[in-house]
């Protein structure tokens, strides 16, 4: 079973962030689009399509209460949002904008109590 977590484990490789490289380039909203958009495409597509190649042939291998099997349900259930914002480089990849904008508000109902 370890050796099955550490072949995905494997697959994921270090994917540079684009906004510091924007930031340190400066470049316009249009250039880091389209740096968006093709170290996505040279970076998270294959390895996405791989994680699901995989999950696709590990899945029926597995008896399907065990944790694992579980998670690859999940993840194969999601594919089409995660390919939606994998190929969509308009999309964030991470939520920190909304979780920095009601921080605030959280802080503040926490204060009044």
Not at 1 to 25: D, F, K, L, W, Y
């Amino acid at each position: 079973m370890r050796a099955r977590v550490c072949a995905a484990s494997v697959m994921m490789p270090a994917c540079g962030p684009v906004r510091e490289t924007a930031a340190a380039q400066q470049l316009s909203p249009a250039a880091h689009l389209a740096l968006r958009t093709q170290r996505r495409a040279q970076e998270s597509v294959p390895v996405v399509r791989t994680l699901f190649a995989w999950a696709t042939t590990e899945l029926p291998t597995l008896p399907p209460k065990l944790p694992l099997a579980k998670a690859l349900a999940y993840l194969l259930a999601q594919r089409t949002g995660l390919e939606r914002a994998v190929t969509t480089p308009e999309a964030r990849l991470d939520n920190n904008g909304v979780e920095n904008a009601i921080r605030p508000l959280k802080l503040g109902v926490k204060n009044w109590l």
